[in-house]
C-alpha cells in the first residue's frame, strides 16, 4: 500500500512539472502594452503640426495657458500667458501606476510650482501647488486628458489646427472678458431653464458662477474655465435646475439693445445690465472692513468703470507696486495708499468709512497725505473720487473664505474695485 501511494506522489509531482507556467507570458503582454501605449502618446504628441493648446488648473485653482510643441527626440517647446517668449526644455514618457507625461527638466511650466517664493509667487513650499508630472487619463485624436501626479492639477492638451488658431490662444480670455465687459454693470442677470440667475464672470481668475435663488436662499455654483477660441469652456458643469451648464459659445453683444447673446445648457440665453444685487448681504461691508486678511490691509488694482479694467491707469504710475486699503490706518481714518517703489507715495486721501442701515458702505474724506506730481495728478484725483461716490457701495464677497470683496458702487453699478489678499 505504502509502495502505491509513492508511486503515485511521484506521479503527481511529475504531472505539475509537465504544467506549462502562463505567468511569465502574461507579464511579457503587458509590458509589450504598456510599451506600445507609450509610443502611442509619444507618437500622438509629436504629431501635432501646429502643436497643443494646453490649459492647465492647479490645485489652488490658479489657470494658465501653454502651447506646446513636442519632437520625438524628448524636447518640448513651451510658450505661456504668464512667460512671453518660447523656451524649450526636456519631457519624457514613463510608465508609473499610469502612463505618464513628465516634464523632467526645469522650465516655464514649472515656475507655477517652484516652493520658493521668490521665483514667481506663491505659498512658501507650495508655489501654486501645480504639478510637472501628469498622468495620462483619457486621449482621442485631437484631445488629451492629464492629472497631476502629485497636487492634481488638471491638464488639457488640445490639438491645434493651423498656424493662426496657435497664434490666438493666448489672447482667446481676453478676447472673451471684453466681449462680456461690453455689458457695463457690475451685476449681470440671465435666465437658464427658466430660473433667473446672477452671473458673474472673473477675467483674471478665470472664474464663472451663478447665482439664483431657492426659497428665498440665494445659491451660487461656481466653476474655473478656460477658453477655446470663442468658447468658454468650464472644467465642472453648473447645474442650474434640470440645466447643465458646461459651456457658453457663440457669445455676441448686441450694441443697440445692450444684450450679450449666448448658447448654454442647449438654449440661447440674454445677459442683461442689473444695477442691484439679486440678495444683499448687510453684514458684507463690516466683514471686509474689520477683517482684512492680514490684519491690516486689502490689495487692490484700482477701479473698474463700465467693464473697463484699472480705469484710471493706477499701474502706470511709475515705480507702481499696489494700491491698498488699509483699514484704521489711525483710529479716526483709514487710508488709500498707493505703494511706489516700495513705500507709501506721499499722496492720497484718509477715508472715514460710515455704515448705513442698510448695509452698504460710505466714505468721507479726512484729508490728504499730500499732493500727487502734476504728471499722475489725474490718476490719483480720478481713483480719490470714486471712492468718495455720494451714494456708496455695496460690499460683495467673492472668496468663500473671506478672502476677496469687491466694492460696487450702489448708483448705478457701473464703478467698482476689487480687494484681495
Known amino acids: 500500500m505504502k509502495k502505491h501511494l509513492l508511486y503515485l506522489f511521484f506521479f503527481a509531482l511529475a504531472l505539475n512539472a509537465c504544467k506549462k507556467d502562463d505567468s511569465d507570458p502574461i507579464i511579457g503582454d503587458v509590458d509589450e502594452r504598456l510599451t506600445g501605449t507609450l509610443a502611442d502618446y509619444q507618437a500622438q504628441l509629436v504629431g501635432a503640426e501646429f502643436g497643443w493648446k494646453a490649459y492647465l488648473l492647479t490645485n489652488n485653482k490658479t489657470p494658465a495657458t501653454f502651447l506646446f510643441n513636442f519632437t520625438n527626440k524628448n524636447r518640448v517647446t513651451m510658450e505661456a500667458n504668464y512667460e512671453p517668449g518660447a523656451n524649450e526644455s526636456s519631457y519624457r514618457l514613463k510608465a508609473l501606476q499610469k502612463p505618464a507625461l513628465l ?13 520658493n517664493p521668490n521665483v514667481y509667487g506663491g505659498a512658501t513650499a507650495a508655489g501654486y501647488s501645480s504639478d510637472f508630472e501628469f498622468a495620462f487619463l483619457s486621449s482621442s485624436a485631437d484631445t488629451i486628458k492629464l492629472e497631476g501626479t502629485f497636487n492634481k492639477s488638471k491638464l488639457l492638451l488640445i490639438r491645434s489646427k493651423s498656424k493662426e488658431e496657435s497664434e490666438a490662444v ?5 478676447d ?15 435666465i437658464i431653464g427658466g430660473i433667473e440667475c446672477e452671473l458673474n464672470l472673473n477675467g483674471n481668475a478665470q472664474t464663472l458662477s451663478l447665482s439664483y435663488l431657492d426659497g428665498g436662499t440665494l445659491k451660487t455654483v461656481k466653476s474655473s474655465y478656460y477658453v477655446d477660441q470663442t468658447t468658454i469652456q468650464l472644467y465642472e458643469p453648473l447645474v442650474i435646475g434640470k440645466t447643465s451648464i458646461s459651456k457658453l459659445e457663440r457669445l455676441s453683444f448686441d450694441s443697440a439693445t445692450g444684450i450679450l447673446n449666448t448658447k448654454a445648457g442647449g438654449e440661447i440665453i440674454q445677459i442683461k445690465e442689473a444695477i442691484k444685487p439679486m440678495q444683499y448681504d448687510i453684514t458684507a461691508a463690516k466683514k471686509w472692513f474689520n477683517n ?10 484700482g477701479f473698474t468703470v463700465d467693464g473697463i479694467d484699472d480705469a484710471y491707469g493706477v499701474k502706470t504710475i511709475p515705480g507702481y507696486n499696489y494700491l491698498i486699503f488699509y483699514s484704521a490706518y489711525r483710529p479716526q481714518y483709514s487710508r488709500l495708499g498707493f505703494i511706489v517703489n516700495g513705500g507709501y507715495a506721499a499722496y492720497g486721501p484718509a477715508p472715514i468709512a460710515i455704515f448705513p442701515d442698510d448695509g452698504t458702505i460710505k466714505f468721507n474724506n479726512a484729508g490728504f497725505f499730500g499732493t500727487a506730481p502734476a504728471e499722475i495728478r489725474p490718476i490719483v484725483t480720478n481713483t480719490q473720487n470714486n471712492l468718495f461716490l455720494t451714494a456708496g457701495f455695496y460690499a460683495i464677497q467673492t472668496d468663500v473664505k473671506g478672502g476677496a470683496f469687491d466694492l460696487v458702487s450702489v448708483s448705478d453699478a457701473r464703478t467698482w474695485i476689487s480687494f484681495r489678499r
Open 176 to 190: 472673451v472678458s471684453d466681449v462680456v465687459s461690453k455689458v457695463k454693470t457690475y451685476f449681470k442677470r440671465t
Open 103 to 115: 516634464f523632467d527638466s526645469y522650465s516655464t511650466l514649472h515656475l507655477l510650482a517652484d516652493p
Open 292 to 301: 482684512p486678511p492680514n490684519g491690516y490691509y486689502w490689495f487692490t488694482d
Open 170 to 174: 493666448f489672447t482667446s480670455v481676453e
